[in-house]
């Protein structure tokens, strides 16, 4: 038996063990049957002994092979920790935060708790990559991103969730619309406008459609655009309406360009927090940016203008 163990035999031991099966095994590992009947046949001539009873297309372990299981399980695990652990570190040895986030905070918020996140660790390389909720929580699972800067998801999402701070949606309409002059909205003229929406598949949306459907209205979406920068402008042209936070669009109203006004007497509120894989300590420079977010994000929230409300 030599000194160390082949950790691709190890993972294909393990796979194997978890699904008895050669061609599942195989497919989850990207691999052909012949090569895991190889990697298993190479481990137990390594170990001395059988590890699998093998009973037509299935295969069961063995004590030997159940004794082996809880060694490999937790040396494949630490193996997966310092990889991690080295990755976080990044070239040469600098710490490495790589974060994942809508459109709309990478233009309003990190460019404020970034400028600060440098200044507090100068040396901490920072990737961001742009996503939904359901995108970002895949980064998540799959290792690609450490924290994500993100709506609440759902409670089977398998995430963490550290809350930051809550925003109110409301209407967005021009300047120049009939609601932005009057101040008033009434009613039945809600459900009467041309609507632009972002994405359908976003959470911001399904809460959008719940709110009204609760209200026993049904909006007349004329576009979905997943931009909030286009839906800003189309909006600001007099095409339409839209429904989103004051602070995505908080350079237009300061300007007078577009005009804020509660949905109704009952607000539509979202919760904003960080998301991290269970069980995982965050780093020092991750603690960092979960408190800059959660300042400068109740900053952004407080300094949208308030609007009279709706009939």
């Given at each position: 038996m030599s000194e160390t163990l082949d950790s691709r035999q190890l993972r294909a031991f393990v796979t194997l063990?978890?699904?008895?099966?050669?061609?599942?095994?195989?497919?989850e590992l990207c691999l052909t049957q012949s090569a895991i009947s190889h990697a298993i046949r190479g481990l137990e001539a390594d170990v001395g002994c059988r590890l699998f009873?093998?009973?037509?297309?299935?295969?069961?372990?063995?004590?030997a092979g159940e004794h082996l299981l809880h060694h490999a399980k937790r040396i494949l695990g630490e193996m997966a920790q310092a990889r991690a652990a080295l990755e976080k570190l990044g070239k040469w040895g600098r710490p490495h935060l790589r974060?994942?986030?809508s459109e709309a905070v990478c233009e309003a918020l990190l460019p404020t708790v970034l400028e600060q996140q440098k200044?507090?660790?100068?040396?901490?390389?920072?990737?961001?990559?742009?996503?939904?909720?359901?995108?970002?929580?895949?980064?998540?699972?799959?290792?690609?991103?450490?924290?994500?800067?993100?709506?609440?998801?759902r409670p089977d999402a398998g995430v963490e969730f550290i809350p930051l701070f809550e925003d109110?949606?409301?209407?967005?309409?021009?300047?120049?619309?009939?609601?932005?002059?009057?101040?008033?909205?009434?009613?039945?003229?809600?459900?009467?406008?041309?609507?632009?929406?972002?994405?359908?598949?976003?959470?911001?949306?399904?809460?959008?459609?719940?709110?009204?459907?609760?209200e026993a209205m049904t909006l007349l979406t004329m576009m979905e655009v997943g931009s909030m920068s286009a839906i800003r402008e189309m909006v600001s042209r007099g095409l339409g309406v839209s429904i989103l936070s004051p602070w995505v669009a908080r350079d237009e109203i300061a300007a007078g360009h577009l005009v804020a006004l509660p949905l109704g007497r009952r607000k539509l509120t979202r919760?904003?927090?960080?998301?991290?894989?269970?069980?995982?300590?965050?780093?020092?420079?991750?603690?960092?940016?979960?408190?800059?977010?959660?300042?400068?994000g109740a900053k952004l929230v407080d300094a949208g203008t308030a609007e009279p409300h709706a009939d």
């Amino acid at each position: 038996m030599s000194e160390t163990l082949d950790s691709r035999q190890l993972r294909a031991f393990v796979t194997l063990a978890n699904t008895g099966s050669f061609k599942r095994t195989g497919t989850e590992l990207c691999l052909t049957q012949s090569a895991i009947s190889h990697a298993i046949r190479g481990l137990e001539a390594d170990v001395g002994c059988r590890l699998f009873d093998r009973v037509g297309k299935t295969a069961a372990l063995t004590p030997a092979g159940e004794h082996l299981l809880h060694h490999a399980k937790r040396i494949l695990g630490e193996m997966a920790q310092a990889r991690a652990a080295l990755e976080k570190l990044g070239k040469w040895g600098r710490p490495h935060l790589r974060v994942a986030t809508s459109e709309a905070v990478c233009e309003a918020l990190l460019p404020t708790v970034l400028e600060q996140q440098k200044q507090k660790f100068p040396l901490c390389q920072v990737t961001v990559a742009s996503a939904d909720v359901r995108e970002a929580v895949e980064l998540l699972h799959d290792g690609v991103a450490d924290l994500v800067l993100s709506l609440e998801p759902r409670p089977d999402a398998g995430v963490e969730f550290i809350p930051l701070f809550e925003d109110e949606l409301k209407f967005l309409v021009s300047a120049r619309h009939p609601w932005a002059v009057t101040g008033r909205i009434l009613r039945e003229q809600i459900p009467t406008q041309p609507y632009i929406l972002y994405s359908r598949s976003s959470q911001t949306s399904r809460l959008v459609e719940h709110y009204f459907k609760q209200e026993a209205m049904t909006l007349l979406t004329m576009m979905e655009v997943g931009s909030m920068s286009a839906i800003r402008e189309m909006v600001s042209r007099g095409l339409g309406v839209s429904i989103l936070s004051p602070w995505v669009a908080r350079d237009e109203i300061a300007a007078g360009h577009l005009v804020a006004l509660p949905l109704g007497r009952r607000k539509l509120t979202r919760h904003w927090g960080v998301l991290h894989r269970r069980g995982r300590r965050l780093s020092l420079p991750e603690e960092q940016f979960v408190a800059l977010c959660r300042s400068e994000g109740a900053k952004l929230v407080d300094a949208g203008t308030a609007e009279p409300h709706a009939d």
